[in-house]
């Protein structure tokens, strides 16, 4: 029953071992339980250490509009080794949109890997995320703190940082 597979997958994600991990892997590439899909995410989000192939099959997820959501939150619990893969993403266009959502879902907690990809080569990466960090500078989320690293990512140097607060209109 539903129920208690919701039930194995909760707790699956307390046991902080890689046999949760393999295990919740499974359940979320068996068509058999797409009813747990959810519950396997938001549990590989919590589970440490992370497996392997962890990160490239929640990303896999992102094409499923019922599970996106999950998906990006539960990149966002795993940290920077959950959204960098993203960023790449950017550079595909058969993948930018998802990975765009994504990223802008993990918002502000992605700056610095952000402004990392700033200095990137490939147009579409530098296009996606600047559209993103505009779009965290529009929700209010753009902390001051990162302006002088986003300026020096366009390779000019602050020597007033309220005046750079003011053209930011942070």
Known sequence: ???KRVKIITQLAS?????????????L????????????????????PI??????SLIDKLDSPELRDDVAAALKQIGPRGWTPLIEQLKDESEHDSAYYALSQIGKVAI???????????????????NLLQSIVERGEFPESSIQDLVQAF???????????????L
């Not at 068996?30 to 519950?39: A, G």
């Not at 497996?51 to 490239?56: D, E, G, Q, Y």
């Open 1 to 3: 029953s539903r129920e």
């Open 15 to 27: 046991i902080k071992a890689h046999a949760a991990s393999r295990t919740l892997l499974w359940a």
């Open 29 to 48: 590439g068996n068509r058999n339980y797409q009813e747990v899909h959810k519950e396997a995410i938001q549990s590989l989000g919590k589970v440490r």
């Open 51 to 56: 497996n392997a192939k962890t990160v490239p």
């Open 112 to 130: 610095p890997e952000l402004l990392k990809a700033l200095r990137k080569k490939e147009h579409n990466i530098r296009r996606g995320t600047i």
């Open 155 to 169: 390779g000019n140097e602050i020597n007033d940082e309220h005046q750079s607060v003011q053209e930011f209109q």
